[in-house]
């Protein structure tokens, strides 16, 4: 069982960065996938950014180029870097972590993340 535990959140204001952390407890042998999501009040949850077994990131296009999603040596800890950072970027940010599936699509294996295991969220508060 993985517990993803989050750190890093704050107030900050309009322009600036701040960077979020999460620890995947109880890490083992084996790959796995993790994600950041974010939910602003009144609104529906939001994948941020992804990082799967392979090293491969994902963003989305409200925040491409603007955050980084990576992870330490350890492969236990990863973060989000968040830079330039708006109002709309004002929420609760939650990491989440699975071991990936292997299913086959097409004819062709790939592999999935159900993002089984979630954090307690960290508050982002950016004002003018």
């Known amino acids: 069982r993985l517990q993803p535990v989050e750190s890093g959140g704050d107030s900050v204001q309009v322009g600036g960065s701040l960077r979020l952390s999460c620890e995947v407890v109880?890490?083992?042998?084996?790959?796995?996938?993790m994600g950041w999501f974010r939910q602003a009040p009144d609104k529906e949850r939001e994948k941020v950014a992804t990082?799967?077994?392979?090293?491969?990131?994902s963003y989305a296009d409200s925040v491409e180029g603007r955050f980084t999603i990576s992870k330490d040596a350890t492969e236990s800890t990863f973060y989000l870097d968040m830079t330039s950072l708006t109002h709309e970027d004002t929420a609760t940010y939650y990491c989440?972590?699975?071991?990936?599936?292997?299913?086959?699509?097409?004819?062709?294996?790939?592999?999935?993340?159900?993002?089984?295991?979630w954090g307690q969220g960290t508050g982002v508060t950016v004002s003018s």
């Open positions: 109880g890490v083992t042998n084996g790959s796995y996938c």
């Open positions: 990082l799967d077994n392979f090293g491969d990131r």
């Open positions: 989440a972590a699975d071991h990936p599936r292997r299913v086959l699509v097409a004819g062709d294996f790939t592999h999935v993340c159900d993002y089984t295991y």
